[in-house]
């Protein structure tokens, strides 16, 4: 009888806790930007509720889900003073994961997940990409009181203009084939230069535009290696005039290379097995590219360089501080609302919301007929209309 009284305290107590706890948790690919997020939703939230942060993406949820005593190892609270001065760092205080509540070593675990993250907390804010924010999407119709802030330096994210992330992305890709202009100017080198970006060419056309790239290659547009090779041989051997000199043959160039892109005759260039959520690990392309051209030109002056995960580093941008601010507001009045199984979007001006569910399944990407021209390998600048995008099935 006094255990059943005891019990029915401890309940009510818990229910308290619950109703004023939230949790936050990054998963995919790291972006600039996740800490500004996560120092946002702190800062604008513990007036109200309890902040908690779940480490590893999915993979800590699924690790608690599956044993209460994981707990302590897989969350961490969040107060003020853990989140002062993570605004200024790339990556994610709370760490990230591929892992996948639908794909745990094979299984599906997605109710136990469900529950468990239903029992601890009053709401889960995911701040992710289409593999994080899709399973955020399925777990919601399974009854998860989740909402999603959209991130990823890809910018493939359907249902919103804009991902955390992309513009910090952006802005190093410029400087870095910049930096490498400069090298690669001096020796008239060929230079051919992977980015990230998957399926889609936003980062690389985006990064390419304004780094003023030579030549660039998007997935969206399959590439014939013949007519690429051509275009730089003829803007390597056209007469180039410096300070009073005529020089023929050394132009360098520098050409950005989209992970994804699709040979023709030949398709992707993949490096490794699949992720949790299905994706195949892309990469090698310049090298490929690389290869090939010296073989088929002779110009031993050619090097390939994989900007790798280095636009996924550093500091944040300004526009990314202030879009991690706005869509961390967005997701805290999404829970307030109890508007659950939806994320904060971009559109135009304005900072909105759409149901978790569009990301599943599809992805946004450039709309190359009108922003690439398939012949020159460069974009097609229109004076009228700056973004081009579309959405496709994945
Ligand atoms: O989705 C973000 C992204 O950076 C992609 O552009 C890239 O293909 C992938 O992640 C790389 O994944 P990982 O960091 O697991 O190698």
Known sequence: MKDTKKDKIKDKMKDKMKDKMIAVLTGGGDCPGLNSAIKSIVTEACKDYRIEGITLGWEGAIRMALDNKAIETYTMPLGREQVRKIDREGGTILMSSRSNPYNHKGKDISQKVVDFLNDRYHAVTAIGGEDTLGAAGKLAKQGLRVVGIPKTIDNDLCGTEYT?????????????????????????????????????????????R?????????????????????????????????????LDGVRYCIVLVSEGTHLKGVGEIIKGKKD???????????????????????????????????????????????MAEALAQKSLELIKNKKFGRMGTIEGNHVKDTPLSVVIGRIKVLDAQKCFDPDKYQPRVSAEQIFHEIEVDK
């Not at 310049?286 to 550093?314: F, M, Q, V, W």
């Open 164 to 208: 955390l992330g992309f513009d910090s992305a952006v802005n190093t890709v410029k400087t870095l084939v910049t930096n490498l202009k400069s090298t690669a100017g001096s020796h008239g080198m060929t230079f051919f230069v992977e980015c990230m970006g998957r399926k889609s060419g936003h980062l690389t056309y985006w990064g390419g």
């Open 210 to 246: 304004a780094g003023r790239v030579h030549f660039m290659t998007i997935p969206e547009v399959i590439c014939e290696t013949k007519r690429l090779f051509n275009l730089i041989q003829k803007r390597k051997c056209s007469l180039v005039m410096r300070r009073g000199f005529t």
């Open 276 to 322: 949790p959520h299905g994706n195949v690990y892309l990469g090698g392309i310049a090298d490929y590219l690389c290869n090939e051209y010296i073989n088929a030109t002779g110009d031993h002056k050619a090097r390939s360089l994989n900007l790798g995960h280095l636009p996924r580093g550093g500091p944040p941008s300004n526009k990314d501080v202030l």
